[in-house]
């Protein structure tokens, strides 16, 4: 202790007397697994410190010329790359740790050297970026003191992925450059690289030359958003581009250097329009095919029928396997409509030569699916190559021990991958989807797909479920976000959707989950924020403002709101609805109400004043008392279930904001809550969501019934809600109904649904019905 105050005034003196000093800090994004600090002399670094690494090790060479770049960005330091190096005041990098897992590294401080050391020079790069991540912010050349201390680390997950369509938008390569250089200041070592999709087909293949010739080019683009802005307008302005096999080499060597593997996706059968139009004849009637102007699910996909596909199949995976060396190919296999298939001579042909017949469960026609995969399987088994598909691939009966699930639809896929032992990757939409909106207020956002995925929200996404026992979660090999680019035109905009939710990404796939908080890491995050700013990335700035988590007090009887900003921003709030100012209570520990009340709040950061953040409790009788579902919600709409019924956080205009809780519109909803004691109630209210584009419609009734016992009801009123239409924006629906006050113990609560009406469609279905909070007052 007293050694280290003394350090530490030798670092003010220094600080104080000399030329500028500025200190590193090891609290980084993703947090290290192990930080111990050893409380000795401090290294210091100059001018005069020198990189080394052994001569013979071309690899570290590379590592090391990657450190001394981050130095000369970050700091303005130039420092000499010398193999071999015995002496003091180096950064010695060495790969001779022993560790079972390849990506380990150790970074040791101490008075005269520091040390990074890999289990493999991939480890060693990992210790490099936490070095890179632990350089002060001050743009000022100098001396930079590093506290002596000890990290080992090593990554949760072996497969840490992130995801780019450059189908929908086409980005140059030096921006896919960009991209990978983001990646690695991530952790990250998996580029799933979407080439192909409807609206353009973005590889050259050298024998189907038409595919970049007539494939990569699309006439025209979709203004607007397809469901929102109806009818349909165009661009008028035609939209391409491709790689060259050389663009192809250039990048996957680019991606090599930073040891992240580039995993090319080519889609089929479905998403194939781009290559129809090129061969009509692989489509199963064989013409009239266009590159997609706009985007969606398209019924025209390959004919599995036809022996040409399958020639052709064989052929493109022959280049793409030698542009690649992936050990992972994806082969896509999502969203591929049956319809063509179904009235195709060939295709029918083809599943009466298998024998195809329905199981009950899968239709010849979705086994047909199974049985392209399975070739495509086989294809690249004799290459060496193993497939990742999208999860409808399970959906196929067919897949292999081998095929890797992609699990996008949600986490059901994933998990019953692992439950059978197919390895799985965790990509669920509702929190790993970077084209959804960051803001909740999507007025002040770009133009997007749409719902809300907060930092917050991928920052807490959990890869293995609790369901699955712990030999199962061994096939669950990591994680990976994705980022479609419909609506995504710039480079500017595609770094905005895509930081800072990367970072909060990278603490998922990185940092062992007892370590992971996020007021922490909204602390650590800031410093990565610098880095994004000096490398002049575009990244999104809501985490300035103010994020809460609302919490029940240990007696269920009031509140705790936890307030959040990023970094060392200062907090100011009001209890009594006053405006707050930086007069107002400084916030530190988390603010508790008893039941009603408001709060108001602002950050500041370095003089620079955030939006109002305003809360107001909606504490009342329901809230936290136990919920009785009656009617069991759409397993794929459960989010957090029951309990988000009464957890007084209401659900936004997003369906997958986690508050939300969805039923089929054929059963509606049925709750008793339980009051706990008996209570005189005059009042219920709750929200349906109304949300066309994606078949949720509002309650077309509400009906509220009391009992004393449990078991004996009343109907204590009942109520039926207006009709939405067409033009019925994106937004939750409020419901209440009032009746004369009666003491009640048991509460239960009935929606209908609603069948979707004729303008849509989905018409004479039953829409999905989602509920949220249940205000009993
Ligand atoms: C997907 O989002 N269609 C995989
Ligand atoms: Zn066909």
């Known amino acids: 202790m007293l050694r280290s105050i003394f350090y530490s005034i030798c670092i003010i003196i220094m600080i104080s007397c000399h030329k500028t000093v500025s200190k590193a800090d090891y609290q980084i994004v993703p947090l290290p697994n192990s930080i111990t600090y050893t409380n000795k002399k401090p290294f210091v670094l100059n001018n005069e410190t020198i990189i080394t690494y052994p001569k013979s090790d071309t690899l570290l060479k590379k590592d090391a010329q990657f450190l001394a770049q981050y130095l000369r960005e970050l700091v303005h330091l130039s420092l000499d790359i ?34 990074i050391n890999g289990a493999t020079q991939a480890g060693t790069f990992y210790g490099i970026q936490t070095f890179r991540k632990s350089l002060p912010h001050s743009l000022e050349a100098g001396d930079i003191v590093f506290p002596s201390v000890s990290i080992a680390d090593s990554p949760r997950f072996g497969y840490r992925g992130m995801h780019l369509d450059v189908s ?32 353009g ?23 607007g958003h397809l469901l929102k802005d109806k009818p349909h307008t165009f661009d008028g302005t035609p939209h391409g581009g491709f790689y060259t096999q050389e663009d192809i080499k250039e990048i996957v060597k680019y991606a090599q250097d930073r040891y992240i593997t580039i995993i090319p996706e080519i889609d089929i059968p479905g998403h194939t329009l781009s290559v129809l139009a090129a061969y009509p004849e692989l489509g199963c009637t064989g013409e009239n095919y266009q590159v997609a102007t706009k985007w969606g699910v398209f019924d025209d996909v390959l004919c599995a029928g036809n022996d040409q596909t399958y020639t052709f199949l064989e052929d493109i995976f022959e280049e793409i396997t030698e542009l690649f060396p992936s050990n992972y190919i994806h082969i896509g296999g999502d969203e591929c409509p049956k319809t063509k298939w179904k009235s195709c001579p060939k295709c029918q042909a083809k599943i009466k030569a298998l024998q195809l017949v329905s199981d009950g469960v899968h239709s010849p026609e979705t086994q047909l699916q199974g049985f392209i995969v399975q070739k495509v399987e086989q294809i690249l088994k004799k290459k060496g190559r193993e497939i990742i598909g999208w999860d409808e691939i399970l959906e196929g009966g067919l897949i292999s021990r081998d095929a890797i699930v992609m699990s996008w639809r949600g986490t059901e896929g994933g998990i019953a991958a692992a439950k059978q032992h197919n390895r799985a990757i965790m990509t669920p939409h509702h929190s790993l989807y970077f084209d959804y909106n960051q803001g909740e207020d999507i007025t002040k956002e770009p133009l997007s797909i749409g719902e809300f995925l907060p930092v917050k929200k991928v920052y807490e996404y959990e890869p293995i479920a609790n369901e699955l026992t712990n030999e199962q979660s061994q096939y669950i090999l990591g994680v990976q976000a994705n980022l479609w680019t419909e609506y995504i035109k710039t480079p500017s905009h595609l770094e905005y959707m895509l930081l800072p939710r990367l970072a909060a990404l990278s603490e998922v796939q990185w940092t062992d989950s007892s370590r992971k908080e996020y007021s922490s890491f909204l602390s650590r995050l800031s410093r990565l924020f610098s880095i994004y700013q000096k490398e002049g990335y575009n990244f999104a700035k809501h985490l300035y403002g103010i994020s809460s988590e609302i919490t029940p007090t240990t007696d269920q009887k009031g509140i705790q709101i936890t307030l959040h900003t990023v970094g060392n921003g200062k907090i100011y709030y009001t ?22 009340g408001t709060v108001k709040a602002i950050a500041i950061h370095k ?15 329901a809230t936290y008392k136990p919920v009785q579902l009656l009617v069991e919600p759409n397993p794929k709409y459960t989010f957090a279930g029951a309990k988000a019924l009464v957890d007084i956080k209401k659900g936004s205009s997003s369906y997958i904001d986690g508050n939300w809780v969805g039923f089929s519109g054929r059963t509606g909803m049925e709750a008793i809550i339980d009051l706990g004691e008996s209570k005189d109630i005059s009042s219920v209210k709750t929200s349906t969501l109304c949300d ?22 009343s109907l204590l009123a009942e109520k039926e809600s207006k009709i939405v239409d067409e033009k019925t924006p994106i937004q939750p629906i409020p419901m209440e109904v009032s009746f004369v006050s009666k003491s009640m113990r048991y509460v239960k609560i009935i929606l209908k649904g609603t069948i979707i009406p004729a303008w849509h469609e989905g018409k004479n279905t039953p829409a999905l019905l989602f509920v949220d909070e249940i205000e009993v007052n």
């Open 82 to 115: 010398v193999p071999d190096v015995q002496s003091d005041n180096c950064i010695i990098l060495s790969s001779s740790l022993k560790h079972q897992q390849k990506e380990a590294y150790e970074l040791h401080v101490t008075s005269t050297n520091i040390i």
């Open 168 to 199: 929908r938008h086409f980005f140059p390569t030096k921006f896919v450059k960009e991209y990978i250089d983001i990646l690695a200041l991530h952790n990250i070592n998996y580029f799933h690289w979407h080439l192909t999709d409807d609206q």
């Open 201 to 223: 087909w973005r590889i050259e293949i050298k024998k189907y030359p038409k595919l970049t010739e007539v494939g990569a080019l699309r006439s025209e683009t979709l203004v």
């Open 575 to 596: 209890t009594d609805g006053t405006p707050p100012s930086e007069q107002s209570n400084c916030y530190t520990t988390p603010i508790v109400m008893s039941s009603k």
């Open 607 to 621: 003089d620079t004043l955030s939006e109002v953040f305003e809360y107001i409790s909606i504490f009342n009788k």
């Open 692 to 713: 066309i584009p994606n078949w949720i419609f509002p309650g077309s009734s509400i009906q509220i019934y009391g009992s004393e016992n449990g078991k004996d009801y």
